[in-house]
Every structure is written in C-alpha cells, then in structure tokens.
C-alpha cells in the first residue's frame, strides 16, 4: 500500500537529488525576479494536490488569517492575482455600504504616471477619472506636495504603489487624505515588509493590495491579497470576489446564520435562498487551496526573503557609488525598504544611452527592466480615457526615456551581485571621454 507520507517523503528526496546550478558569468542569465522554492514548498503543494484541495477552501481560510496576523492587519482576503486585489480594493469604495462617503462616477483618484497598468486600471473600469501626478526623480514616487497640488473638488481618493519597494512618505500622504476626507489604496505589491517609520507599509490606508506572483517577495503562483482593517470593506471585498453574493458563508457551509430562508432583499420573495442573493456586482476572483498551502510554506521564509533583498541592492548601492554618468537610488527619508529592485537613471551628461547600456547588460545575460510603464499616457490602452494631469510629469517623462531596473530578488547571490557591478563600471568606463576623470571609488568617495 502505497502511503502519503511515503510520497511526501520522495518528493523531499527528488528536491534533494536536484544539482544547484553554478553561475558561470556571462552565461547564466541573472534574472531581475523569481521565485525561490525549497522543499517545504513542493511537499506543501504535494499535500494538497494528494488531498485534493483544488478550490478555495480550509487551507485559504487558515492562509488569510496568517498573513492578516503577520501583515499586522484585521483582515486578508485571498484572491488570485494583485491585479484582482487592486480591482476589489477600488470596487469596494464604490459599495453602497459606505454611504455618502462611497465613490460614484465622475469622481477623481490621483495616481502616479509613472506606474503599472493594474493600479490605474480599476479607476477607469469603475468609471472614476484618474488624475497623474509627477514623481521624485530619486525615490520615484510622488511627494506629499505632489499629492496636495492634485486634489480638486471631486478628488475622493489617492492610489498609489510603493515603486520598487520604496515606499511613499505613506504616513504624510495618509495624513492628507484624512484632512481631505480622501480614501488612500496602497498598492503594496512591490513592498512587502518595508516600513515607513516604524509601521509596515500596507497598513496606512483604508485598503492595501499584495501580489503574491512569481516576481514577488513570497509567492502562490498566481495570487494576491487584500488588506484592510476595516471590517465593512472586508465583508464588502468579500461579497466582490465570491461572485457579488450576499451570504456570508465559508465555502462548504450552507447555513452559518441559521435564517438562510428567513430574507428578503431587493424585490426577492421573502424566503428566498441566502446563498443566492446577490448585493453587488461581483466576480469570481478566488484563490484555490493549492495556492494557499503554498502561501503558508513561504510565509514562514518571508523575514529571510525581505533580508536577502535589502542585502543585495545594499551590495549594488555600495558597488556603484561614485560611479560617473548614472544616477543611483535613494530610499525614501525614513523609510527601511524591502526592495523589490534596483533603479539606475542615465544621467543628461551622459555619453550614452538607457539602450546602449542595457543592451551591453543583456549581451552579458543581466536582465533589465524599464520603470513599468514608464508614462502611462503613452500607451495606447489610455488613448480615449478620460484623465486630469496635475502641473508637469517632467521626471516622469525623464524616466520613460532614461530609467531602468535590475533584480535584487534573494535568487540573486553575491557572486552575480560583483559580476553584475563589474559589467556596469565595465560599460561607463569603455564610455568615458578622454577627457573625462578617472573613475572614483566607493573609497576614494569615502576617504
């Protein structure tokens, strides 16, 4: 007889048996993102898989009230992208639930140009005006004074990322959309575990999203989350991801309420089933227990990811300081980031371009990437929206054209690190006009 422990016991054995691969410069790519998996994560989806957990269920339950608890929040709800979790979060505050405060068409919610797609997105599919603010030129992401300059009279909220880890003054802009009786959606995607403070980005605004993709600091595969502290936009997120209904019930539950044919609702007939009745235009975004069982086995490695993280673009900052032409990125004052990458703008006295170096990089099987979307008013997705631009999106424009990122993610180790140094002071060099200085070291920089 063939028994489950046995499998499980195989399954950590095969892991065991798989040979790390060796960096060999210039051949192995250094990725600028990816998911680290050990054995505890393939028994977790084993198990699972072997009990058949195929739809959402007791190991999702267990995984929201982890990650809630571990988030240092009331509630998570599961869902199965971070692109889903922004759409719940800014659906929720159109939830009748919300009364007067709730956000109706035609009212504005500012946003960063310089962003990705799906924190924008929500905003216009729930036929909100998105309002584009600039960003800082070092930290890239808005100011407080960016914010303020924004707010109009049919400004209700602000969504805005944490660009590559980094978090926003988050407490000053929280503090903002307080005075100004404004909604504030974190989207923390880019940022688990980084702080502004001593408090952990995620936690400031009425809602916060988390993306839980390969690329990410944990992940489940496919996979987001949503996060609040208020307990009528987590029932609301609730009712939104599990198809609009109003029944409160976990799945496999039919009647926790003991009144399932004691409603009416709407123009229903009294009686009519609980688990039928539909308060909202919802969807079906849920996560499956395969996920979560994923999810619980990389929480617990969560601390040692954000770690290997701030190492490695501390050792890329380091490496780089002092060298010519590039423009380095500064964590936001007072902030301790949990980086997600690591920013690089060709300065404007540069003999070279953003694609001269990173085709150099790549030719040497270092991925880049631009600064997401670089403007987003570029893309023709944004062509017939209708959008409001506060004041100039000049260093959003700068970086569009001169930005991009390498990985930091804890697959990164030192040796690819020093390599990946050493091929960018390698470029700026062979660049360099012959009357140029000599390159300065992190040393010389500090003697």
Not at 131 to 140: I, P, S
Not at 402 to 423: H, K, Q, R
Request: net charge neutral.
């Amino acid at each position: 007889m063939i028994e489950k422990e046995g499998l499980l016991r195989n399954i950590r054995d095969f892991h065991g048996q798989q040979a790390s691969q060796r960096f060999v410069p210039g051949t192995t790519e250094i990725q600028v993102s990816g998911a680290c998996l050990d054995a505890d994560d393939k028994t977790a989806l084993a198990e699972a898989a072997l009990d058949m957990r195929i739809a959402a269920g007791a190991l999702a339950h267990r995984f929201e009230k982890s990650f809630a608890k571990k988030m240092g929040v009331r509630k998570a709800r599961l869902t199965n992208s971070g692109s889903s979790a922004n759409l719940l979060a800014m659906t929720a505050l159109t939830a009748p639930e919300l009364g007067d405060a709730r956000l109706r068409p035609g009212d504005e919610v500012i946003t960063a140009a310089a962003g990705f797609p799906t924190t924008v997105n929500p905003i216009v599919q729930n036929r909100l005006k998105p309002v584009f603010v600039d960003v800082d030129e070092y930290t890239h992401n808005p100011t407080p004074e960016l914010i303020n300059a924004a707010i109009g009279p049919r400004t209700r909220a602000v969504a805005l990322a944490h660009t590559l880890g980094n978090p926003f003054p988050v407490s000053e802009i929280a503090a903002l959309c307080r005075d100004h009786k404004m909604f504030l959606i974190e989207d923390n995607c880019d940022a688990v575990g980084s702080r502004y403070g001593s408090q952990l980005t995620g936690t400031f605004g009425e809602l916060s999203t988390v993306s839980f993709y390969p690329a990410h600091h944990m992940t489940t595969g496919e996979g987001g989350c949503v996060l609040t502290d208020n307990l009528v936009l987590a029932r609301v997120v609730k009712s939104l991801r599990d198809w609009g209904r109003d029944c409160w019930c976990e799945p496999g539950e039919s009647n926790r309420c003991g009144r399932r044919f004691d409603f009416t609702m709407g123009n229903l007939p009294y009686g009519y089933d609980h688990k039928y009745i539909y308060s909202h235009i919802g969807y079906n975004l849920k996560a499956t227990d395969l996920q979560a069982a994923l999810g619980l086995s990389q929480l617990s490695k969560l601390d040692a990811f954000c770690a290997a993280r701030r190492n490695n673009w501390t050792r890329l900052r380091e490496g780089l300081d002092g060298i010519d032409y590039l423009r380095l990125p500064e964590p936001t004052p007072g902030s301790d980031p949990s980086w997600f990458g690591f920013a690089i703008t060709v300065a404007p006295d540069a003999p070279f371009d953003r694609i001269g170096i990173i085709n150099f990089l790549e030719s040497r099987k270092i991925a880049t990437r631009g600064l997401f979307a670089g403007n987003l008013l570029h893309h023709p997705a944004y062509s017939d929206v209708s959008y409001r631009v506060s004041g100039n999106l000049t260093a959003s424009e700068y970086a569009a054209v001169n930005t991009f990122w390498v990985g930091v993610y804890p697959g990164i180790t030192d040796e690819m690190s020093d390599y990946l140094i050493a091929s960018i002071r390698e470029f700026v060099t062979g660049h360099r006009p012959s009357s140029a200085p000599s390159p300065r070291s992190p040393a010389a920089e500090k003697a």
